[in-house]
């Protein structure tokens, strides 16, 4: 395990639902650093949900901080960077959720250009889950594509400052940039 890393690692790490990003990022995260931040984006709606919140704070052990925050993670990368090895992110799409359906459309980009700038001006490393919406139907509502848009522009500007691009496929790792032998799992 290597102590807390300097200078800002930045890994995105994309997939379809049940591929295997968040397993893949936690044991990345845990195989590099010496500590680490999860910020979880997700609310608790309901008892199914409740029930995979508990599951997943379960499997990721109390050595892990937490920080429940579903708007402003780019406030949380910002300060919670320089306390741990990495933050790990997870997930960005459902974040993206959060911002469209409760600040509206018109907030996305600002939402989005607030989170670059923090990942490029940070000095910590960060991984970051995000789903891969555009490989699937074409959402049938407005709402839907708009979403699938937003998810797509925003993976890909991630993509072009990230370090390291991995893709999951039925758990496997595929690295579309970085190098594989760099601390990869």
């Known amino acids: 395990m290597t102590s807390h890393?300097?200078?800002?690692d930045l890994v995105l790490v994309l997939g379809g639902a049940r591929s295997g990003k968040s397993s893949w990022a936690q044991k990345h995260a845990e195989s590099r650093y010496d500590s680490y931040l999860f910020v979880a984006t997700a609310r608790i709606l309901d008892e199914e949900m409740a029930e995979r919140v508990r599951f997943h704070k379960t499997s990721r052990g109390p050595q892990w901080q937490l920080i429940e925050e579903p708007l402003e993670i780019a406030d949380v990368l910002r300060t919670g960077c320089d306390r741990v090895g990495a933050v790990l992110v997870d997930c960005l799409?459902?974040?993206?959720?959060?911002?469209?359906?409760?600040?509206?459309?018109?907030?996305?980009?600002?939402?989005?250009?607030?989170?670059?700038?923090?990942?490029e001006t940070g000095t910590g490393s960060v991984i970051l889950v995000s789903n891969e919406v555009g490989m699937g139907v074409v959402p049938e509502t407005p709402l839907g594509r708009g979403f699938r848009d937003h998810a797509g522009r925003l993976n890909q500007r991630i993509a072009a400052v990230a370090g390291t691009v991995v893709f999951m496929v039925a758990g496997l790792p595929w690295y579309l940039k970085g190098n594989p032998g760099s601390g990869g799992v």
């Open 93 to 119: 799409t459902v974040w993206l959720g959060n911002v469209l359906l409760e600040k509206g459309e018109e907030e996305v980009v600002r939402y989005q250009d607030d989170l670059l700038k923090a990942l």
């Open 5 to 8: 890393k300097t200078g800002n």
